[in-house]
């Protein structure tokens, strides 16, 4: 059974950094994709940033480049979301989900994790 389990989330000032993780296990081959998506009040999910775990490929949301980072540690199974210079519009709780390739469409991700909320204070 394919499980992901996020964590790192909290309130932080904005300009602040904070760092998400999101630990897969289950998983029968190395080969498939970890997405974050985000959904604040009132507004639809959206796609953040993915990676392609076994081919290092990884997308970002234009919204977010220049201050979010995807990575990953294939030895923990662990995906990584650093994200700098944080913004208030940045509240939101952060999902990871799972998925054979990597993109920005929540369709295409069969599994995700609880989520973690994410508050940016001013």
């Known amino acids: 059974e394919v499980q992901l389990a996020e964590s790192g989330g909290g309130l932080v000032q904005a300009g602040g950094s904070l760092t998400l993780s999101c630990a897969a296990s289950?998983?029968?081959?190395?080969?498939?994709?970890i997405a974050w998506f985000r959904q604040a009040p009132g507004k639809e999910r959206e796609g953040v940033s993915c990676?392609?775990?076994?081919?290092?490929?990884?997308d970002l949301a234009e919204a977010m480049k220049g201050r979010f980072t995807i990575s990953s540690d294939n030895a923990k199974n662990t995906v990584y979301l650093q994200m700098n210079s944080l913004k208030l519009e940045d509240t939101a709780v952060y999902y990871c989900a799972a998925a054979p390739v990597c993109g920005m469409v929540a369709a295409w991700y069969a599994w995700w994790g609880q989520g973690t909320q994410v508050t940016v204070s001013s």
């Open positions: 990676i392609s775990t076994s081919e290092g490929i990884t």
């Open positions: 289950g998983f029968t081959s190395d080969d498939y994709a």
